[in-house]
């Protein structure tokens, strides 16, 4: 429910406006309270003034194994929790098992205490250096360095090289976990985005292009994958079109994070048009290698033809980055 109140005038200079007593109540606010203001824009934002630095959260664990308990821990994570209280009757060694591998997974995170009922984990990262600009330009490198080396893994029939790939996915999902995490928290609480220095407009940006280049290192390691799956080296003539899919491919997810990046709206918006434009172009390319598959074995094609479609996804959620690109490039209403 929408409340208005007027603002007043009082000793000739301060303005002053009262806060809803239900509003108050639930935030513990009272006489002698402190609250915070935030300015964002034409808005002001009030919060009451956090004492408590570290938020602390309890699950309990019981009935959770395997995947489900590892999803739990990571939806914690995100959910911004700095101390996770995970409780049992007893803790199974099996649970034990998956909870450290669960942290190990996760930036800042670390077993703190362990007793029969009960594991603590705590976020030692301090939150002053996280940063969800630079958490970003890292799963560009990595996701694009993984597309590159899939690729060449595929041309090459290296299986070492397809390995590496699969176990660098790791690294990416780890930033991705930081992204949605800070993300949340500037959803949450004003004053995150402030200690970020950024609007919560440019964090959800932020957000939504990791999230495509998270996509981009799952189709890298989808091609690591296949390629572990091919007992023979792929045609020449196939292997030069997969090339020239993935330079175009590579260069349309590179202008579509340069636009993203720009602080310029002009140029920002010049490579963000020029990414969409040559995915359309791809989708052809694309078309192209399908009709050199016609004459393979039909589950070899099969299987190279997916490898083309991980490639063409790929350049896709370059084309979704300069989508946003242009988004945040366009005029504040």
């Not at 303005?15 to 009272?30: G, L, Q, R, Y």
């Not at 991705?176 to 402030?194: D, H, Y």
């Amino acid at each position: 429910m929408v409340e208005t109140r007027k603002v007043q005038v009082t000793g000739g200079s301060t303005f002053t406006v009262s806060i809803p007593k239900e509003w108050a109540t639930e935030n513990d606010v009272s006489a002698g309270s402190v609250v915070e203001f935030y300015p964002e824009g034409d808005s002001l934002f009030l919060a009451p003034a956090n004492e408590e630095e570290r938020t602390e959260g309890t699950l309990d664990v019981t009935d959770l194994a395997g995947d489900e308990l590892t999803r739990a821990v990571m939806t914690m994570y995100v959910s911004g929790f700095d101390i996770i209280n995970l409780e049992s009757s007893r803790i199974t060694t099996s649970q034990r098992r998956t909870i450290r591998e669960a942290t190990q997974s996760l930036v800042g995170l670390e077993v703190l205490e362990e007793t029969r009922d009960s594991v603590v984990i705590r976020d030692l990262l301090d939150s002053a250096e996280l940063s969800i600009h630079t958490a970003v330009r890292r799963m560009r490198l990595i996701s694009l360095s993984m597309l590159s080396d899939a690729v060449d893994g595929l041309a090459e029939l290296d299986t070492d090289m397809a390995r590496d790939v699969i176990q660098r996915d790791d690294d990416v999902d780890r930033l991705w976990m930081v992204v949605s995490r800070i993300f949340r928290a500037t959803l949450r609480t004003p004053k995150a985005a402030e200690e970020l220095g950024l609007p919560r407009e440019v964090c959800f940006d932020y957000q939504s292009a990791a999230r495509q280049l998270e996509r981009v290192a799952d189709h890298a390691t989808k091609i690591a994958h296949l390629t572990l799956e091919l007992e023979k080296p792929v045609p020449e003539e196939v292997v030069d079109a997969l090339y020239e899919l993935h330079e175009e491919a590579r260069a349309i997810i590179d202008d579509g994070m340069d636009a993203l990046l720009a602080e310029d709206g002009d140029e920002s918006t010049r490579l963000a048009n020029d990414a969409r434009e040559s995915v359309q172009l791809l989708d052809e390319r694309a078309r192209q290698i399908d009709e050199l598959l016609r004459d393979l074995d039909p589950a070899r094609a099969q299987m190279l033809g997916l490898i083309v479609d991980s490639v063409s996804r790929s350049a896709d959620y370059g084309g979704n980055i300069a989508e946003t690109a242009l988004q945040k490039a366009a005029p504040t209403p």
